[in-house]
Structure formats: structure tokens, C-alpha cells
């Protein structure tokens, strides 16, 4: 074993994430898998895989970097679409490969020309449209602009989509924005279609948004979070709950990360455990060190505060975690031993350690911890 802890995806609970997820959709609407930030953690290369195996065709991701890396796995009748950042470079190797970009301004539509001129292929994009984010978009006065800059070099591009980001559909709070900022898209889209432009996709929704506006959905969702089995906020969450019939949370967490147990040592009473004095054994302590601490991902915020599963128990953490090593207290569980499974975020037995619990201890979003799961944590599929 060349690593001290590995991360599981489960080939069937990502299965029954998409199909719930479908379910909420009508008939025809395209499902697009936000795999950006190393697909939330759970490994770009594995988990694009496993989510083509599940049906999947379409993939969503920030940078052309994730998108080379789906590029290498994947069959190339798979989509991939890049919503984020796009060099020169880059829009060379992207039109050349048949990949799906984000034109957010004026600027990157020039150079997109320039390029599918250069290599006398058209370039793939979907006109990102500013609605209200105040982030990344072409404004309301630059949209004209381009659809006549489309228009006078039609040869250069192929208009796949138009798209736009709520900014916050996962809080009730925001309903009059993401209200005003789908207005703003459908004023924008008919301005488009009344030029003359031609496009396919209209694409607007991220999980929240799914859940909450079905209105948004048109013909293609970009579903991030939950397709790994979290919900976007608690809100989400309860308001879904409050409408089923059978409370059962519908999604299941896909990963599963392990370690084992490296060392093992009885330390005396009064003695402090790890650096410094922020803890102290009051009786005699069963202590058990784990190869895994703040750079591989745990937080350290989770000093004296986190708990993983041995045994089918769980063990809080104890003392500082350390850049490699974490330490917790198996005093009261049976027979622990060294090299036994230790669990950090998934099940054991009948026991979870939730990416919940882990957030609010450690003030991490669920996207934030999932994301800071550091690349070089082996990914293994499992069912
Ligand atoms: C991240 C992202 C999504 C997916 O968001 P989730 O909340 O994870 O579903 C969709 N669209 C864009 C533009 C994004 O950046």
C-alpha cells in the first residue's frame, strides 16, 4: 500500500442520485454532471468515468485543466463544457478537440474567432449571460455586440447554448433575485432569437435550483452537489422533506474515506496528548494514531473536535491535528488493533461520519471540505 488512506466511490448510490434527480426533471431535459473541483472531491478522471457508465454524456467544468483531464478518459461522443476560465492557448486545444466553452465576454469572443480561423473549425461556445451574479457574463449592453459578432463570422462559431448562474438559489432569502435574473435571461434569449441567432440549449439551473424553481430548468440542468449525494443547503433539504410522503432523505453520500490504525499507545493519566497542552488524559487512555492530518484534507479545526469510526465506533479526536497524523481515543472500544479500518467520512457498521457533522465543526462548507480533498488520496470504485 502506497498510501495512507484511500477515498471510495459507490457506483450505486451515484446511480440512484442521478435517477432521483432525473425524476425531478421533465422528459427531454438534459442532465449535465458538475464534476469542477476535482469533481467535488471525489476524483475527475473517476468519477467522470463512473458517471458515463450511469448514463451520463454531458459534463460541466471550470477550467480547460479539468477539462483535458475528462478528456483523456472519456469516450468522445461525451460533452464536456467548459464554464469558467478559457486562455488562448487553450481555446485553440478546445475547439480543436470539439470542447464546449463559456464565451463571459467580448474579449474572449474575438479570440475564439481568431482561433476557430486559424484551425477552420467553428468554435463550440454558449453565450454566458451577466443577470444579476455580478460575477462572470456578457452585460445586457454587450449581448447585441456579439450576436452581431456571431452573426458577420458565422463560419467561426456554433452557438450551443445560452447560460446564466443564480446567485443563491439555495436560500428562500434570494427568491426576488433569482426571480429578476431569470427575467433578465428570457428578455436576453428572445433579443437573441429577434437578431437572428441560432442556438440549442437554454441552460440556467444548478441543484437548487432543480429543486426549488423548476421553472428553470428549460432544456438542460448543470448539477453539481447533489449528484454526489448532499444537498445544496439545509433549506433544500427540508423543503423537500416537508412535501414527501416517505422522509426518507432521498440522496446517498457516494464517498466513503478510509484510513487505518498506525500506531497504538496507553498514555498514563495527566499526560498531555500531541503538540502543546490541549489536552490532557484524565484516566489512563487507549490512544490511536491515524496517518491522515491537515494535508491530506482533515482540518485542522477539527482538533479535539472531529470523530472518525473503528470498530463501528466512534472515536473523537484527540490533541491537535497534525500536518500528517491525527490521534483519537479508542479506550472504550473492544479489541482495537493496529492496521484496523478507520472511517473519516462515510459508514461503518452501523455508524456515520456525515460531511454535515464535519462542516459545522469545522465551519466548512460541504462543497468547501469536499473540494480541499487533497488529488493524490488514491480514488477506488466500488458498488
Ligand atoms: C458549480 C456550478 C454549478 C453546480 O452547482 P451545484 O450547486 O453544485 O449544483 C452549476 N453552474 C455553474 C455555473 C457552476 O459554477
Known amino acids: 500500500m502506497f498510501y495512507s488512506s484511500s477515498i471510495e466511490i459507490s457506483r450505486s448510490a451515484l446511480a440512484h442520485n442521478i435517477r432521483f434527480i432525473k425524476a425531478q426533471l421533465k422528459s427531454g431535459t438534459r442532465f449535465s454532471s458538475v464534476v469542477k473541483g476535482n469533481a467535488y472531491g471525489h476524483g475527475i478522471e473517476e468519477f467522470g468515468q463512473l458517471a458515463y457508465t450511469c448514463g451520463v454524456d454531458h459534463f460541466s467544468v471550470f477550467s480547460a485543466d479539468e477539462a483535458y483531464r475528462l478528456h483523456q478518459v472519456l469516450p468522445h461522443k461525451a460533452t464536456i463544457l467548459i464554464m469558467g476560465y478559457i486562455d488562448d492557448e487553450e481555446l485553440i486545444w478546445a475547439i480543436a478537440n470539439n470542447i464546449e466553452f463559456y464565451v463571459f465576454s467580448i474579449d474572449r469572443l474575438e479570440q475564439a474567432a481568431k482561433a476557430a480561423r486559424s484551425l477552420q473549425k467553428p468554435a463550440r461556445i454558449h453565450l454566458d449571460l451577466e443577470t444579476g451574479m455580478n460575477r462572470i457574463g456578457l452585460e445586457a449592453n454587450e449581448v447585441e455586440y456579439a450576436a452581431d459578432l456571431i452573426l458577420k463570422q458565422s ?62 430548468h428549460l432544456d438542460m440542468v448543470r448539477v453539481g452537489i447533489m449528484q454526489y449525494g448532499f444537498w445544496p443547503s439545509p433549506e433544500i433539504y427540508q423543503r423537500y422533506m416537508g412535501v414527501s410522503t416517505d422522509r426518507i432523505d432521498p440522496l446517498k453520500r457516494v464517498i466513503n474515506w478510509k484510513s487505518r490504525v498506525m500506531s497504538l499507545k496507553l498514555v498514563p493519566a495527566g499526560e498531555f496528548i500531541g503538540y502543546g497542552k490541549s489536552f490532557q488524559a484524565s484516566s489512563e487512555m487507549l490512544i490511536a494514531a491515524i496517518p491522515v492530518g491537515y494535508a491530506w484534507g482533515y482540518s485542522r479545526s477539527l482538533s479535539n473536535q472531529g470523530q472518525v469510526l473503528v470498530r463501528s465506533h466512534r472515536a473523537p479526536v484527540v490533541g491537535i491535528v497534525n500536518m500528517n497524523v491525527l490521534m483519537v481515543d479508542v479506550t472504550g472500544i473492544p479489541d482495537v488493533a493496529l492496521q484496523d479500518e478507520v472511517v473519516l467520512l462515510g459508514k461503518q457498521g452501523n455508524e456515520h461520519i456525515t460531511v454535515a457533522s464535519f462542516s459545522e465543526l469545522s465551519t466548512q462548507l460541504n462543497y468547501e471540505l469536499l473540494t480541499r480533498l487533497p488529488m493524490n488520496i488514491p480514488r477506488i470504485i466500488v458498488d
Open 155 to 216: 463560419d467561426a462559431f456554433e452557438v450551443m447554448g445560452v447560460s446564466t448562474h443564480f446567485a443563491g438559489a439555495e436560500s428562500n432569502e434570494n427568491h426576488d433575485r433569482v426571480a429578476g435574473q431569470l427575467d433578465r435571461y428570457r428578455l436576453a434569449v428572445r433579443s437573441l432569437q429577434q437578431k437572428g441567432l441560432k442556438f440549442r440549449t437554454l441552460h440556467t439551473a444548478c441543484s437548487a435550483a432543480v429543486m426549488a424553481y423548476p421553472e428553470t
